[in-house]
């Protein structure tokens, strides 16, 4: 090989290495200029609407989490934020204070808010609470949650792109959390279960949260320590409304580790549950 050969093969290396170390910082300050851009937006998000100002002088409903303050009704969905109610008819407005701690579901004349989300299919001068935070209007039932969760159909781009543009314009603030809800697919009637928070039945089925536990049979159906996430009938297990690969051998019990996560453990076969995942 020519000693021309050799240079110009070092030279091509040299050449592609820079390049790729050039476009490497290129794309690097625009990381950097991107993330002080959303920093400064979200910044700008937060001190927009002054929530200390209208939690401290606006006039709350009741034991409710929404607040009445200079025309305009807000609703507080914790993480999240305050949250205008769109389309609110002020003068009708009130809230259903079914929870024992705190009130998340309006009516107007209009509308029934879950939180500050219309639900369209429930009519505001029929709606009732059945309890456990399960509503209807005697046609259409829903449960809705008192505790706030991250919107799930919100994606990541979405909220950047819509934070942005919330904060350098009057665009409606990004729906990042909500008070989860969901409907009943039953055309009977429902009643809330006495003893067991966020649970309902329609006299076949049993309901937590909204959603249908498998197969279980009410009339045994109880808490496996009284107050956590798990629940047992005669025969089944549930996580919540899942139903666990395992029968209910009546030697269940709640464990805690140091890190205070806790476990299922059935000590007459060794299995172990963290929420519906199991262990070896």
Known sequence: MKLSDLDNDFNFKKKKTSNFSFI???????FIIFVLFLLISLFLSMGKGNSYEIETNGEKYKKSEFIKYQGKIYVSIPSGGLYVLENV??????????????????VDKNNVYFGNIIIPDLDPNKIYSVGNDYYSDGTNTYFCSPNSTINKDLSSFMEVMQTIMYSFSSDKKPQSYIYPYKKIETDKKLRAVEGFQFFATDGEKVYYEGEVLENADLNTLKNIDGYDEYFADKSNVYYKSKLLPIKNTGKLKIVSSQQGDKFLYDEENGYVFIKDYSFD
């Open 89 to 106: 008819d002020i003068n009708t407005f009130k809230t259903l204070n079914t929870n024992y701690y705190k009130g998340v579901v309006g």
């Open 24 to 30: 490497a910082k290129i794309i690097s300050i625009i």
